[in-house]
T-cell receptor, first 114, second 113 residues
Framework: DTAVSQTPKYLVTQMGNDKSIKCEQN?????MYWYKQDSKKFLKIMFS???????INETVPNRFSPKSPDKAHLNLHINSLELGDSAVYFC?????????????FGPGTRLTVT | GENVEQHPSTLSVQEGDSAVIKCTYS??????FPWYKQELGKRPQLIID?????GEKKDQRIAVTLNKTAKHFSLHITETQPEDSAVYFC????????????FGQGTILTVHP
Protein backbone atom coordinates (compact mmCIF):
# COMPACT_ATOMS: atom_id res chain seq x y z
CA ASP A 1 0.00 0.00 0.00
CA THR A 2 2.80 2.42 0.93
CA ALA A 3 3.55 4.74 -1.96
CA VAL A 4 7.20 5.53 -1.20
CA SER A 5 9.01 3.35 1.30
CA GLN A 6 12.51 3.49 2.74
CA THR A 7 14.61 1.08 4.75
CA PRO A 8 15.88 1.26 7.33
CA LYS A 9 13.90 3.84 9.31
CA TYR A 10 16.73 4.35 11.78
CA LEU A 11 20.44 3.81 11.29
CA VAL A 12 22.99 4.25 14.05
CA THR A 13 26.60 3.66 13.12
CA GLN A 14 30.14 4.69 13.90
CA MET A 15 32.39 7.07 12.05
CA GLY A 16 34.26 5.46 9.19
CA ASN A 17 31.64 2.81 8.47
CA ASP A 18 29.86 2.33 5.14
CA LYS A 19 26.07 2.13 5.03
CA SER A 20 23.22 1.97 2.50
CA ILE A 21 19.65 3.24 2.46
CA LYS A 22 17.07 1.77 0.11
CA CYS A 23 14.01 3.38 -1.43
CA GLU A 24 11.15 1.94 -3.42
CA GLN A 25 8.05 3.54 -4.92
CA ASN A 26 4.94 1.87 -6.31
CA UNK A 27 3.36 4.99 -7.81
CA UNK A 28 4.56 4.32 -11.35
CA UNK A 29 6.75 7.42 -11.21
CA UNK A 30 9.84 7.69 -13.37
CA UNK A 31 11.86 10.20 -11.35
CA MET A 32 13.30 9.68 -7.88
CA TYR A 33 15.23 11.97 -5.55
CA TRP A 34 17.37 11.95 -2.44
CA TYR A 35 17.06 14.84 0.00
CA LYS A 36 18.99 15.55 3.20
CA GLN A 37 17.25 17.26 6.12
CA ASP A 38 19.68 18.56 8.72
CA SER A 39 19.12 19.19 12.42
CA LYS A 40 17.69 22.64 11.65
CA LYS A 41 15.10 21.02 9.38
CA PHE A 42 16.66 22.46 6.23
CA LEU A 43 15.78 20.32 3.21
CA LYS A 44 18.31 20.10 0.41
CA ILE A 45 18.25 18.03 -2.75
CA MET A 46 21.22 15.72 -3.28
CA PHE A 47 20.48 13.61 -6.36
CA SER A 48 17.77 12.80 -8.84
CA UNK A 49 17.33 9.95 -11.30
CA UNK A 50 14.98 9.78 -14.25
CA UNK A 51 14.49 6.31 -15.70
CA UNK A 52 17.76 5.14 -14.12
CA UNK A 53 19.69 8.12 -15.47
CA UNK A 54 21.30 10.61 -13.08
CA UNK A 55 19.87 14.04 -13.87
CA ILE A 56 20.57 16.10 -10.75
CA ASN A 57 23.84 15.83 -8.88
CA GLU A 58 24.26 18.60 -6.35
CA THR A 59 27.50 19.47 -4.59
CA VAL A 60 27.68 16.35 -2.47
CA PRO A 61 30.89 14.64 -1.27
CA ASN A 62 31.77 11.71 -3.50
CA ARG A 63 31.46 9.46 -0.45
CA PHE A 64 27.77 9.51 -1.36
CA SER A 65 26.88 7.32 -4.32
CA PRO A 66 23.32 6.83 -5.53
CA LYS A 67 22.25 3.88 -7.63
CA SER A 68 19.01 3.24 -9.46
CA PRO A 69 18.63 -0.38 -10.59
CA ASP A 70 15.24 0.43 -12.12
CA LYS A 71 12.84 3.34 -12.11
CA ALA A 72 11.03 2.08 -9.01
CA HIS A 73 14.14 1.84 -6.84
CA LEU A 74 16.79 4.28 -5.72
CA ASN A 75 19.51 3.46 -3.22
CA LEU A 76 22.05 5.63 -1.46
CA HIS A 77 25.40 4.29 -0.37
CA ILE A 78 27.58 6.31 1.96
CA ASN A 79 31.25 5.49 2.47
CA SER A 80 33.47 6.50 5.37
CA LEU A 81 30.66 8.06 7.39
CA GLU A 82 31.38 11.31 9.22
CA LEU A 83 29.66 13.00 12.16
CA GLY A 84 28.30 15.68 9.80
CA ASP A 85 26.41 13.05 7.82
CA SER A 86 23.97 12.69 10.71
CA ALA A 87 20.62 13.81 9.33
CA VAL A 88 17.30 12.52 8.07
CA TYR A 89 17.50 11.31 4.48
CA PHE A 90 14.31 11.43 2.46
CA CYS A 91 13.63 9.69 -0.80
CA UNK A 92 10.96 11.19 -3.06
CA UNK A 93 9.44 10.43 -6.44
CA UNK A 94 7.47 12.19 -9.15
CA UNK A 95 6.52 11.97 -12.81
CA UNK A 96 8.67 13.79 -15.33
CA UNK A 97 7.28 16.71 -17.26
CA UNK A 98 4.66 19.05 -15.87
CA UNK A 99 4.35 17.13 -12.60
CA UNK A 100 8.06 16.95 -11.75
CA UNK A 101 7.41 19.14 -8.76
CA UNK A 102 4.55 17.11 -7.29
CA UNK A 103 6.95 15.05 -5.27
CA UNK A 104 5.90 12.29 -2.91
CA PHE A 105 8.27 11.74 -0.02
CA GLY A 106 9.17 8.55 1.78
CA PRO A 107 9.05 8.33 5.59
CA GLY A 108 12.74 9.20 5.96
CA THR A 109 15.78 7.43 7.37
CA ARG A 110 17.28 8.96 10.48
CA LEU A 111 21.04 8.43 10.28
CA THR A 112 23.07 8.96 13.44
CA VAL A 113 26.84 8.77 13.21
CA THR A 114 28.68 8.43 16.53
CA GLY B 1 21.62 29.29 -8.19
CA GLU B 2 18.22 29.81 -6.64
CA ASN B 3 17.92 31.12 -3.09
CA VAL B 4 14.63 31.01 -1.17
CA GLU B 5 14.12 32.99 2.02
CA GLN B 6 11.17 32.16 4.26
CA HIS B 7 9.66 34.18 7.12
CA PRO B 8 8.81 33.96 9.91
CA SER B 9 10.77 31.02 11.29
CA THR B 10 8.16 30.47 13.99
CA LEU B 11 4.53 31.51 14.11
CA SER B 12 2.14 31.06 17.00
CA VAL B 13 -1.60 31.70 16.59
CA GLN B 14 -4.83 30.99 18.40
CA GLU B 15 -7.28 28.51 16.93
CA GLY B 16 -9.51 30.26 14.44
CA ASP B 17 -6.99 32.97 13.59
CA SER B 18 -5.30 33.31 10.21
CA ALA B 19 -1.65 32.52 9.54
CA VAL B 20 0.53 33.96 6.79
CA ILE B 21 3.95 32.69 5.73
CA LYS B 22 6.03 34.60 3.20
CA CYS B 23 8.81 33.57 0.85
CA THR B 24 11.06 35.41 -1.55
CA TYR B 25 13.12 33.85 -4.32
CA SER B 26 16.07 35.04 -6.34
CA UNK B 27 15.86 33.22 -9.71
CA UNK B 28 13.48 35.09 -12.00
CA UNK B 29 13.26 31.95 -14.18
CA UNK B 30 11.60 29.95 -11.39
CA UNK B 31 8.03 29.20 -12.37
CA UNK B 32 6.79 26.57 -9.96
CA PHE B 33 6.19 27.23 -6.25
CA PRO B 34 4.97 24.34 -4.10
CA TRP B 35 4.27 24.37 -0.37
CA TYR B 36 4.95 21.35 1.82
CA LYS B 37 3.68 20.56 5.30
CA GLN B 38 5.76 18.39 7.62
CA GLU B 39 4.24 17.18 10.85
CA LEU B 40 6.56 16.21 13.68
CA GLY B 41 8.49 13.08 12.79
CA LYS B 42 6.69 12.67 9.49
CA ARG B 43 7.45 13.15 5.82
CA PRO B 44 6.93 16.44 3.95
CA GLN B 45 3.64 16.45 2.06
CA LEU B 46 2.63 18.71 -0.80
CA ILE B 47 -0.38 20.78 0.24
CA ILE B 48 -0.71 23.31 -2.56
CA ASP B 49 1.31 24.79 -5.39
CA UNK B 50 1.17 27.76 -7.72
CA UNK B 51 2.63 28.28 -11.16
CA UNK B 52 3.94 31.51 -12.57
CA UNK B 53 1.00 32.09 -14.88
CA UNK B 54 -1.36 32.30 -11.91
CA GLY B 55 -1.52 35.05 -9.28
CA GLU B 56 -3.61 33.26 -6.66
CA LYS B 57 -4.86 29.77 -5.93
CA LYS B 58 -7.20 28.60 -3.22
CA ASP B 59 -8.03 25.19 -1.75
CA GLN B 60 -10.54 25.33 1.10
CA ARG B 61 -8.79 27.08 4.01
CA ILE B 62 -5.45 27.38 2.23
CA ALA B 63 -4.52 29.98 -0.37
CA VAL B 64 -1.28 30.92 -2.09
CA THR B 65 -0.45 34.18 -3.81
CA LEU B 66 2.41 34.94 -6.18
CA ASN B 67 3.92 38.28 -7.15
CA LYS B 68 6.39 37.55 -9.96
CA THR B 69 7.52 41.15 -10.26
CA ALA B 70 8.54 41.31 -6.63
CA LYS B 71 9.61 37.65 -6.60
CA HIS B 72 7.64 36.70 -3.56
CA PHE B 73 4.88 34.26 -2.74
CA SER B 74 2.82 33.61 0.36
CA LEU B 75 0.77 30.92 2.06
CA HIS B 76 -2.41 31.93 3.83
CA ILE B 77 -4.25 29.60 6.20
CA THR B 78 -7.62 30.78 7.48
CA GLU B 79 -9.59 29.47 10.46
CA THR B 80 -6.57 27.64 11.78
CA GLN B 81 -7.01 24.41 13.70
CA PRO B 82 -4.65 22.59 16.09
CA GLU B 83 -4.02 19.96 13.39
CA ASP B 84 -2.52 22.70 11.21
CA SER B 85 0.44 22.76 13.64
CA ALA B 86 3.49 21.64 11.66
CA VAL B 87 6.55 22.92 9.82
CA TYR B 88 5.67 24.53 6.51
CA PHE B 89 8.19 24.79 3.67
CA CYS B 90 7.98 26.89 0.58
CA UNK B 91 10.03 25.90 -2.45
CA UNK B 92 10.83 27.16 -5.92
CA UNK B 93 11.83 25.43 -9.14
CA UNK B 94 12.13 25.88 -12.88
CA UNK B 95 10.16 23.75 -15.28
CA UNK B 96 13.44 23.12 -17.13
CA UNK B 97 15.29 21.81 -14.07
CA UNK B 98 14.04 18.22 -13.86
CA UNK B 99 12.26 18.68 -10.56
CA UNK B 100 15.08 20.43 -8.73
CA UNK B 101 13.45 22.29 -5.85
CA UNK B 102 15.12 24.85 -3.61
CA PHE B 103 13.42 24.95 -0.22
CA GLY B 104 12.98 27.78 2.24
CA GLN B 105 14.17 27.35 5.81
CA GLY B 106 10.76 26.34 7.10
CA THR B 107 8.20 27.93 9.44
CA ILE B 108 7.12 26.19 12.63
CA LEU B 109 3.41 26.94 12.98
CA THR B 110 1.79 26.31 16.35
CA VAL B 111 -1.98 26.65 16.68
CA HIS B 112 -3.11 26.92 20.28
CA PRO B 113 -6.58 25.56 21.12
Amino acid sequence: DTAVSQTPKYLVTQMGNDKSIKCEQNLGHDTMYWYKQDSKKFLKIMFSYNNKELIINETVPNRFSPKSPDKAHLNLHINSLELGDSAVYFCASSLAGGTYYEQYFGPGTRLTVT
Amino acid sequence: GENVEQHPSTLSVQEGDSAVIKCTYSDSASNYFPWYKQELGKRPQLIIDIRSNVGEKKDQRIAVTLNKTAKHFSLHITETQPEDSAVYFCAAGRSTSYGKLTFGQGTILTVHP
